[in-house]
């Protein structure tokens, strides 16, 4: 029962930020070497490893890019040496004003100027807290799938097929 007051509180959550922080949406044009940043707050295994073949993908098609991960510090672990990540930071939601926090890290977000900022997610249940430091990022383009009002905080929603 608990769970689904929480599904339901952060859907109306995710729908009233929508509503009132709308991203514009723009066709996706990127440059020679971009600096991408991937959202991925998840620290299961599973999924971490499950984003190994999006990192591949974009290092292939861009070659020069500088790509960064933005996860759980569990992730440190698994993808800190990983020869397609460049940067990674960790990402902290309980400590509010420290330095892997989230005021710090939509600061550093924000400075770093990313052309490309990409909710790494999971797409049918989608999370609220990495859809908002998507749209909050400062990004060029900002991408994520089309998942009901998420729809709405990202430059680029891509539906789900």
């Known amino acids: 029962m608990f769970k689904a007051i929480e599904r339901w509180g952060r859907l109306y959550l995710t729908k009233l930020f929508a509503f009132f922080l709308r991203s ?4 996706l044009t990127l440059g020679v070497s971009p600096k991408i940043l991937i959202i ?3 620290q ?3 999924n971490l490893i499950m984003l190994t073949p ?5 290092k292939s098609h861009f070659g020069e890019c500088h790509i960064t991960l933005l996860a759980q510090p569990a992730a440190e672990k ?11 930071m960790c990402f902290r939601k309980n400590e509010l004003f420290g330095s892997s926090g989230p005021l710090q890290t939509l600061l550093t977000m924000r400075r770093n100027r990313f052309d490309l900022v990409i909710d790494g997610g999971n797409p049918t ?3 609220t807290t990495q859809s908002l ?3 909050f990022s400062g990004g060029k383009h ?3 799938f089309a998942h009901g009002p998420f729809a709405g905080l990202y430059s680029f929603p891509h539906p789900l097929n």
């Open 24 to 27: 514009t949406q723009k066709d």
């Open 40 to 42: 991925r707050l998840d």
């Open 44 to 46: 299961r295994v599973g």
């Open 54 to 58: 999006m990192l591949h993908s974009l």
């Open 78 to 88: 698994l993808l800190g040496d990983h020869p397609c990540i460049d940067e990674l």
């Open 125 to 127: 249940d989608p999370s």
């Open 133 to 135: 430091l998507t749209r």
């Open 142 to 144: 900002t991408l994520g």
